[in-house]
């Protein structure tokens, strides 16, 4: 938060509000650049923060002097300003300057309205001054303290007309805030509701890792079955082979007579004596087989021969 420069040969006393804690007021003073000040500070003594309070024109840069607080009422204080210098004269045999006007600063705690539904705030802020001549006699001074102890607390709109640039500057620094705590809920519902769909997306992500890791396997058993399906397929292929192999072999071997030329038995063939043709090999009759008329070739009985049987064969 904000906080005074540095400086010296100022004036502080304390504020009090009732029971609550001590507040500490601080005034002008001198600052490093040799600087005569006129702000005022409030130091919360609780909570180690300072508030600058808005200061008018009547209050004058001093420093050296003495500041003491009366307390006319809870939450209405006056704080008297005496004495003091107006400026710093370094070096020199000069004597400093110095003030005998006296100046009442009239400090009120009011009630600053809080965002968010916290309670209400207090704040010591500076409702009047008086200097000079405008404080009179002590009668009329003491008549303007009884009418100023009848007077009702003030509020936050009646310290508005009196420091009204602080008032702004304090309600649009509560409209900021205001504003920046609906930023904050509307970016955290946002991230909320991505944070949700990025969850959504991860859930869904691992659904489909789960799924693919499944095909995959599955593919890679299906793969298996099918390479050991090959494997068994090229194994029978090669033991077919190998059969026929050994089948034609051994019909090879076979006597001429027990080879199987015959795609039909012979004795369902019955030739009915009737030629239709002669040649130099064999001569065709008129045969029945299974009821039906074919012609059969005969080899002449002369040249039927082992040699001769598979030259006709081929």
């Given at each position: 938060g904000p906080w005074p420069v540095g400086r010296a040969q100022h004036a502080a006393c304390c504020l009090n509000?009732?029971?609550?804690?001590?507040?500490?007021?601080?005034?002008?003073?001198?600052?490093?650049?040799?600087?005569?000040?006129?702000?005022?500070?409030?130091l919360d003594v609780e909570t180690g923060t300072w508030k600058e309070l808005a200061v008018s024109e009547d209050v004058q840069p001093r420093w050296g002097h003495t500041v003491t607080a009366f307390t006319l009422k809870?939450?209405?204080?006056?704080?008297t300003v005496?004495?003091?210098?107006?400026?710093?004269?370094?070096?020199?045999?000069d004597p400093q300057p110095r003030l005998s006007e006296t100046t009442i600063l009239q400090l009120e705690s009011v009630e600053i309205p809080t965002p968010g539904g916290r309670p209400s705030a207090r704040e010591w802020v500076l409702v009047g001054v008086a200097k000079g001549t405008q404080l009179g006699s002590p009668e009329r001074l003491r008549e303007k303290r009884k009418m100023i102890s009848k007077q009702p607390k003030a509020t936050a709109e009646a310290a508005h007309a009196n420091h009204g640039d602080v008032y702004v500057e304090l309600q649009a620094s509560q409209e900021r805030e205001r504003t920046l705590q609906a930023r904050?809920?509307?970016?955290?519902?946002?991230?909320?509701?991505a944070e949700e769909r990025a969850t959504t997306a991860m859930e869904r992500a691992t659904t489909a890792e789960e799924r693919a890791t499944t095909a995959e396997r599955r593919l890679a058993h299906s793969e298996r079955r099918i390479d050991e399906a090959q494997r068994v397929a090229e194994e029978a292929n090669r033991r077919a082979q190998e059969a026929e192999q050994r089948a034609?072999?051994?019909e090879r071997r076979l006597p001429i007579e027990d080879q199987p030329f015959w795609a039909v038995g012979r004795e369902e063939i019955q030739f009915t004596g009737?030629?239709?043709?002669?040649?130099?090999?064999?001569?065709?009759?008129?045969?029945?087989f299974r009821g039906v008329r074919l012609a059969a070739k005969c080899l002449h009985s002369q040249i039927v021969s082992p040699y001769n049987r598979d030259l006709f064969i081929r």
């Open positions: 509000y009732g029971e609550e804690h001590p507040q500490l007021l601080v005034s002008g003073g001198w600052d490093n650049d040799n600087n005569t000040l006129k702000d005022l500070w409030v809870p939450g209405l204080v006056e704080a005496f004495g003091g210098s107006p400026k710093l004269v370094p070096g020199g045999d904050i809920a509307t970016l955290s519902k946002r991230a909320t509701a034609t072999e051994a009737e030629t239709l043709g002669k040649g130099g090999w064999a001569e065709v009759r008129v045969a029945k």
